[in-house]
């Protein structure tokens, strides 16, 4: 099985992203596996989760950034 070559820049991040995944997944009525095996879900279905984690976090930080100006 391959493995991402995408590393977290901060690595103590990695918690609050996985949070994320399971809060936009649930918003979204997609159910994730619960082993984290995630080879039968549909590449729509992720999709969608990692493009609304994307989108939120551009809005986080675009927000942060507006706050500096």
Known sequence: MAR???QL???QARA????LKYEVAQELG???PADGYYGNMTTRDM???GGTITKRLVMMAEQQLAGRI
């Open 47 to 49: 999709g969608s989760i």
């Open 30 to 32: 997609i159910q994730l």
């Open 9 to 11: 820049q901060v690595p």
């Open 4 to 6: 991402s070559q995408n």
């Open 16 to 19: 609050a992203l996985e949070q």
